[in-house]
């Protein structure tokens, strides 16, 4: 492998990382169906039909709230090809994974036995797959549209206006802050190393350099992250992170939070 494929196919990473980012923050300005809620009810009201799916027992249930999903991503402007790119196929491979023993473990009656192995799949065990299959396409799907379409220091507020601690709040605000901070900080770092390389590198060299470059980032992190504390209490922080943004509730969010309960409510009774 050159030292071109290897560089710039992690400097592709980064800025399609950051592309990302840039995707999630556009999508906030948007004029669908959740931007023109209050951040403090698409909080509620999308936290209300995860606790109900979660509460239903019915796979029909379940799927009716994850439609309810889609709907509420086409109606804020949300992309289904980010939403399969992103969340179904990684979600469906990561719980796939998961829910694969409990076709072949779950006792019941059996579907489909495989001659020779001795390893049957029982109708209990494929409800039970597909049960949690199905519920964490639905939470992923219903939290990511929230994140697409409200800003990410609007759920924050939110969060703190519901009176989740604030030191929570805080980690949550900083993690996502320096998160993109780190990936543009390596991103510069392994531009100056582009710039800086002549030839081709071996494997070892790549990795050694991989390895030296984490080890620098891993410093400068640590370094920032008490700079930043400093700075802060300098300035007058003591715990609480504060927006010049006020929310205030309008008719329409009354109408979308009563929705949101409601549909909730009723998904759960008949997901008994």
């Known amino acids: 492998m050159s030292r071109h494929t290897f560089l710039e196919s992690t400097l592709q990473g980064f800025a399609r990382a950051l592309a990302k980012a840039l995707q999630s923050e556009h999508g906030a300005t948007q004029p669908g169906l959740l931007q023109q809620l209050d951040p403090r009810v698409r909080v509620i009201g999308i936290f209300a039909l995860v606790i109900s799916m979660i509460l239903c027992r019915r796979i029909e249930a379940i799927a009716a709230i994850f439609v309810i999903a889609v709907a509420l991503a086409v109606a804020s402007r949300v992309s ?37 192995l001795h390893l049957s799949i029982s109708a209990q065990g494929l409800r039970t797959a597909e049960l949690l299959i199905l519920r964490a396409e639905t939470a992923a799907t219903l939290t ?20 989740i601690p604030a030191e929570i709040v805080t ?32 494997g070892s060299e790549q990795r050694n350099m991989t390895a030296r470059t984490a080890g620098v980032l891993l410093s400068k992190s640590i370094e920032l992250s008490h700079e930043l504390y400093l700075a802060m209490l300098s300035r007058g922080f003591r715990g609480e992170v504060r927006l010049l943004t006020d929310f205030h509730l309008r008719p329409r969010d009354y109408v979308g939070l009563t929705g949101f309960f409601f549909t909730g409510c009723f998904a759960a009774w008949m997901g008994r």
């Open 80 to 116: 289904l090809g980010s939403l399969a790119k992103r969340v179904w196929l990684v979600v469906l491979g990561f719980s796939g994974v998961i829910a694969l023993p409990a076709l072949f473990l779950t006792p019941g009656e059996p579907l489909f036995t495989a001659p020779g």
């Open 144 to 163: 990511t549209v929230l994140v697409l379409s409200t800003a990410w220091t609007h759920i924050l507020k939110a969060l703190r206006s519901l009176h």
């Open 171 to 202: 980690m949550l605000a900083m993690t996502h802050r320096y998160v993109f901070l780190l990936i543009e900080t390596a991103n510069q770092m392994f531009e100056s190393r582009q710039s800086r390389t002549v030839g081709i590198l071996s």
